[in-house]
């Protein structure tokens, strides 16, 4: 049996892990929990379950967060729309976790306010519960959405969630008010309601960095072959980067995102009537067009809705489309035709039509949603399903679910999973801040100013990116620099071999695209070349030797 060799992380605990020890026999790890899939719902339950004392292992193919957990339009929201599927509680859950989850993670997720411009032909999505009421009692609107139905949606959506820190919902008059400048002249009035930004792939680097500071073992670039129940433990076979071993487990998540289904099917082997319903994402990145922060919120003739959000200072990010995806879920790309529906939307409303040259960076993922039997895409519950087989030691299948709820999806997976291990503690996670968050959210300017006035040669948007990134340990990442040079090699657009170091010994990072894609966006800023040189450096074995040192 090759024994498991785990990346070393800042904060990795001993090697003792739950009762058993690893590398020391032929024997095959045994832990409570075997997670496979390392986006936000396999790392935010191994987080959780870790925190309650359960030992627990999480494997990952590739880069945390590679798939969907990487893709999305990177809010904490209730979800408007929803209230249209009289999705009451995923709305009531969500909305009640924005403010959670921003206390918590102060420097990654932020408030926003979205503008809604108010125009009469904008018309309701196809066959909502809502659309169909409102086609009985007024059928003279024939779909349109009337502005009165509009503000009982956000008057439920202020009150639904129990909000303390975000700013209620206000009326715009778009002559006046800055919003209104970008748009056509068309467009008078706006509601403009709250919910939050977050940075969805640090959110999964970070969740995952927490549970191993908590005991968890974080596995990347190591698939999950097979699964097979033995009397009462699965053994599951993985093959990582130093080839294959064996890891058994008392039970098994399957957090395998648009892999859920081929994971029950072609890994466990089971038979089952439950299925995922792959539905496409795609966004367009664009230079910025407008010059406020904040974002917009367009409902379209089609019924459908997309975000126009300000997006790394100097960008904005429009998304998203829904559309049924075929094929495997690996590499979704933002198709032609996506690209073009989002700058036709778009252009409805800003006075200046988006082009698809003024399209500089796309991406694109795949919803993982709960095969309900929806008509449309668009329809299909947002919602999560946890599906518990115990036909055995159990299988926890997890289907569906959003950024915004993944911790209470992880608390809701450990209720399940709490029969089959009564010494685990209960819920705490609320309000429990991820490494860097712990600092509250009011303070982000005065952390940015504290820390350029102690290192003077950062610049404005240097501090800012560092703080956002970062939090409380920027000042530990930067060690008492004096000068840039003091960080050693300069990747460019203020990327330096300091901060690729802790990101590869604290947050996972193994290659160029996982720093400039995900742990941050600045693959926005740098030229190839300069992303190969990066590339370069990060392969290099003694690079990797020195940030596992620094690790240790
Ligand atoms: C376009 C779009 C926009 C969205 N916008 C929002 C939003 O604004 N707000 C919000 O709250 N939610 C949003 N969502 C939803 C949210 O992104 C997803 O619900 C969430 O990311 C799903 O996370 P996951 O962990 O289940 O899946 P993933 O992130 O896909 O993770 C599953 C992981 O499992 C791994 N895996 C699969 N098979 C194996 C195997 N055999 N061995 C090892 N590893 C394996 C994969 O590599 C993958 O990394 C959006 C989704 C999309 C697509």
């Known amino acids: 049996m090759i024994p498991l060799d785990l990346p070393l992380i800042k904060g990795h605990p001993p090697r003792h892990l739950g009762g058993y020890t690893l590398h020391d026999s032929a024997a095959p ?16 339950i191994a987080r959780d379950a870790a925190g309650r004392g359960l030992s627990v292992v999480v494997a990952e193919q590739g880069d945390l967060a590679q798939a969907t957990s990487s893709a999305s339009t990177k809010l904490f929201h209730g979800g408007l729309r929803y209230l249209e599927y009289f999705e009451f509680r995923l709305v009531r859950e969500a ?33 909502t519960p809502t659309g169909r009421l409102m086609a009985a009692i007024m059928p003279w609107m024939k779909g349109r959405r009337p502005a009165w139905l509009i503000r009982l949606g956000l008057l439920l959506y202020d009150t639904l969630g129990g909000r303390k820190i975000l700013p209620a919902t206000r009326t715009l008059d778009l002559r006046s008010d800055p919003a209104g400048r970008p748009l056509q002249p068309k467009f008078l009035h706006a509601y403009e309601y709250s919910d939050c930004w977050i940075e969805d792939s640090k959110l999964v680097s970070l969740s995952a960095r927490d549970a191993v500071i908590r005991g968890a073992k974080i596995l990347t670039h190591t698939r999950v072959i097979s699964a097979e129940r033995r ?39 089971i038979n089952s009537s439950e299925g995922v319903r792959l539905v496409r994402g795609s966004h367009i990145v664009t230079r910025k067009l ?6 917009y919120f367009f409902q379209g003739t089609d019924g459908r809705i997309i975000f126009a959000i300000p997006y790394e200072q100097d960008f904005t990010l429009i998304g998203t489309t829904d559309m049924d ?36 960076w796309t991406y694109s993922g795949v919803r993982p949603l709960y095969n309900d039997g929806a008509k449309s895409a668009t329809a299909a519950t947002r919602d999560y399903v946890l599906s518990l087989d115990q036909n055995g030691p159990p299988l926890l299948n997890v289907f569906g679910g959003k950024i915004t709820t993944h911790r209470r999806l992880a608390e809701s997976a450990l209720a399940k999973l709490a029969p089959f291990f009564p010494k685990a503690t209960g819920n705490w996670t ?28 950062l610049t404005e ?24 040079a003091d960080l050693g090699q300069d990747f460019g657009a203020t990327l330096t071999e300091r901060e690729v170091r802790w990101l590869m010994s604290h947050e ?12 941050t966006k600045l693959g926005l800023r740098l030229s190839p070349e300069q992303i190969g040189t990066l590339d370069a450096f990060m392969a290099r074995p003694t690079t990797a030797q020195s940030a596992h040192r620094a690790a240790e």
């Open 290 to 295: 407008f010059d406020h922060d904040r974002c």
């Open 461 to 484: 948007y240097w501090a800012a990116r560092l703080i956002r990134a970062y939090g409380t340990e920027a000042t530990t990442l930067l060690n008492g620099a004096k000068t840039a």
């Open 508 to 519: 996972f990072a193994q290659a160029a695209a996982d720093v400039v894609w995900r742990r």
């Open 231 to 269: 009397s009462d433990f699965w053994h599951v076979e993985i093959d990582g980067p130093n080839g294959r071993s064996s890891v058994t487990a008392r039970a098994l998540i399957n957090a395998g995102g648009p892999w859920v289904e081929d994971i029950i099917r072609n890994v466990a082997r």
């Open 325 to 360: 995806h075929v094929g495997p879920p690996g590499s979704p790309v933002c198709t032609q035709e996506e690209r073009d529906y989002l700058c036709a939307f778009a252009s409805q409303y800003f006075a200046k039509p988006v082009t698809p040259a003024q399209v500089v």
């Open 430 to 457: 609320a309000k429990v801040p991820l490494p860097g968050g712990d600092f509250h959210h009011s303070k982000v300017a005065d952390l940015t100013a504290e820390l350029k006035s102690r290192h003077g040669f």
């Open 95 to 127: 909305l009640e976790e924005r403010e959670t989850l921003l206390v918590a993670m102060p420097h990654i997720s932020w408030p926003m306010r979205f503008v809604l411009p108010y125009h009469r032909n904008m018309r309701f999505e196809g066959d």
């Open 29 to 44: 790890v045994k832990v409570d929990l075997f997670i496979i899939g390392g986006g936000i719902n396999g790392c935010g």
